[in-house]
């Protein structure tokens, strides 16, 4: 990452902030966008990473997060932007450096479970969604715990992805988007 100048900074910024604005309002359109568009906002902010470095996608990630919680339609995606999808993209890459790998992925599955609890727990207790307990159905207990298996391995696919997109985006991506700059 080279030193930006700070006009670089704030458009790149504000760009990607624009861009994840918009999935996150898309929410509301698209119904199996709750985990999908969020996910796609906080891929935007492998970029900034990249080429702004963490101190700037962590302040793309907190204007998003703020600004989505008032015009993102779908709360529960924006907090699941909030709580995993738009912070997780930037952490990576901390958890990535940890050396011996059970101990990485321990450290992965640990950031991704507490924040999904904090998460629902945020949504249904402040937020009042009580619905998505209702939409547990007769089985209660054993639907949580299917979905939350589900979500676990869904997990390892993002992560999975998200590195290889990473790497794209480095050793791809990057060169063609910004080719006038370097």
């Known amino acids: 990452m080279m030193r930006a100048k700070k006009s670089t900074q704030v458009a790149i910024g504000g760009m990607a902030s624009a861009l994840c604005l918009l999935l996150m309002f898309m929410t509301g359109m698209i119904p199996f966008a709750t985990f999908a568009l969020p ?12 080429e702004m470095g963490r101190s700037t996608a962590l302040l793309v990630y907190a204007a ?10 779908d709360k529960e995606a924006a907090m699941m932007f909030i709580g ?8 990576k890459g901390l958890l ?9 992925m321990a450290a992965k599955f640990c950031v991704f479970n507490a924040a999904i609890v904090a998460s629902y727990w945020i949504i249904i207790n402040l937020f009042g969604l009580t619905e998505i307990l209702e939409e547990m159905g007769a089985f209660g207990s054993a639907t949580l715990l299917v ?3 589900m979500g676990n391995a869904v997990f390892v696919a993002f992560d999975i992805a998200l590195g290889r997109i990473c790497w794209a985006y480095e050793h791809v991506l990057r060169y063609r988007f910004f080719r006038k700059t370097r």
Do not use: K, N
Request: aromatic share 14%.
């Open 147 to 149: 979905t939350w298996l």
């Open 64 to 73: 998003v997060s703020l600004l989505s919680l008032f015009m993102c339609p």
């Open 96 to 104: 990535d450096q940890i050396r011996l790998r059970p101990l990485r």
């Open 39 to 50: 996910a796609l906002a906080g891929i935007v902010l492998i970029a900034v990473v990249v």
């Open 84 to 91: 995993f999808f738009g912070f997780y993209p930037i952490l």
